[in-house]
């Protein structure tokens, strides 16, 4: 249930996300979500693609330094307080969002959040013992194999 999120640190400037952005398009590589956070003079780039070895592989080309590690994402009701109750049994089992990005818009009526836990094979119980939809890479669009 886990999938294959590719961050990258990334110059501040307009030209290097379009550069990102454009090769993984050339490449015929689907952006599944993308997150990007200022950091000061570098940007932080989570990227779900749909295709990982590739995605890393023209990054490596371009001489853009990137690291592969594991989200959880899940399905929720598009409605208020569904996160907050999502987040409840996470909280009482003391396990905590390191980060989290969503997008609507995919379903109609429900919320897709992409989450890193603090211990992610204990969030997937969790959230699966409470009804939680998590989504597999087959759901959601992407291809798996790491380089």
Same mark, same amino acid.
């Given at each position: 249930m886990k999938l294959k999120q590719i961050v990258i +640190?990334? %110059?501040?400037? /307009? %030209?290097?996300? &379009?550069e990102v952005t454009e090769a993984i398009g050339k490449a015929g590589i689907n952006l599944r979500a993308a997150n990007l956070v *200022?950091?000061?003079?570098f940007g932080q780039l989570r =990227?779900?693609?749909? *295709?990982?070895?590739?995605?890393r592989r023209i @990054? $490596? %080309? $371009?001489?853009?330094?990137? &690291?592969v590690n594991d989200v959880i994402v899940t399905e929720?009701?598009? #409605? /208020?307080? +569904? @996160? +907050?109750? =999502? @987040? #409840? /049994? @996470?909280k009482e089992a003391r396990v905590h969002v390191v980060h989290m990005y969503a997008f609507n818009g995919l379903l109609s009526g429900k919320a897709i959040m992409i989450f890193r836990f603090s211990d992610n094979d204990k969030a997937?119980?969790?959230l699966q013992e409470n009804g939680?939809?998590? $989504? *597999?890479?087959?759901?959601?669009?992407v291809l798996e194999t790491e380089t």
């Open positions: +640190s990334i %110059e501040n400037a /307009p %030209e290097r996300f &379009y *200022d950091t000061g003079a =990227l779900l693609v749909s *295709d990982v070895a590739t995605t @990054l $490596m %080309e $371009m001489q853009i330094s990137a &690291y929720i009701e598009d #409605k /208020p307080g +569904s @996160l +907050s109750r =999502l @987040l #409840k /049994p @996470l997937i119980e969790i939680i939809k998590l $989504m *597999d890479s087959e759901a959601f669009g």
